[in-house]
C-alpha cells in the first residue's frame, strides 16, 4: 500500500512540475495580437507593467484607449504603437556592471 502512495505522489509531483513548466513557457511567449481588445489588467501584464502605469499611459494619451463603463478596452493595435514608441534603450534590460579587478602592483610600482 506505501509503495502505491509513493507512486502515486511521485506522478503527482511530476504532473505539477511539467505544469509549473508550462506555464513558464506560455508566459514567455506572450505577442500582443494587434486585433484582439484588452483590458488594463491584461495589458499590464502583456507589457510587464504595474497596472497604476497602464492607466496612467492611457490618461496622458499614450495609450489609446475607450473607457467603457468603468473599465478602459485597449485595442491590441494601440499597445504595439506605444511600444514602437518608446526608445529603444528602454525595451532592453540593462546589462550588469562589470566587475573592476585590481591587478597586482608591477615591479616599477613598489
Do not use: F
Not at 493595435?77 to 540593462?94: A, E, G, K
Amino acid at each position: 500500500m506505501w509503495l502505491w502512495i509513493g507512486r502515486i505522489a511521485a506522478v503527482l509531483h511530476l504532473t505539477l512540475a511539467a505544469r509549473g513548466l508550462h506555464e513558464q513557457r506560455r508566459r514567455d511567449k506572450v505577442e500582443v495580437n494587434p486585433q484582439r481588445i484588452y483590458n488594463s489588467k491584461e495589458a499590464a501584464n502583456l507589457l510587464q507593467l504595474p497596472r497604476d502605469e497602464i492607466l496612467r499611459q492611457i490618461r496622458s494619451g499614450a495609450i489609446a484607449a475607450r473607457l467603457i463603463g468603468e473599465q478602459y478596452r485597449i485595442p491590441g493595435c494601440s499597445l504595439i504603437s506605444y511600444l514602437q514608441q518608446l526608445p529603444q534603450d528602454s525595451l532592453v534590460p540593462p546589462s550588469p556592471p562589470s566587475a573592476v579587478t585590481a591587478s597586482p602592483p608591477t615591479a616599477s610600482e613598489t
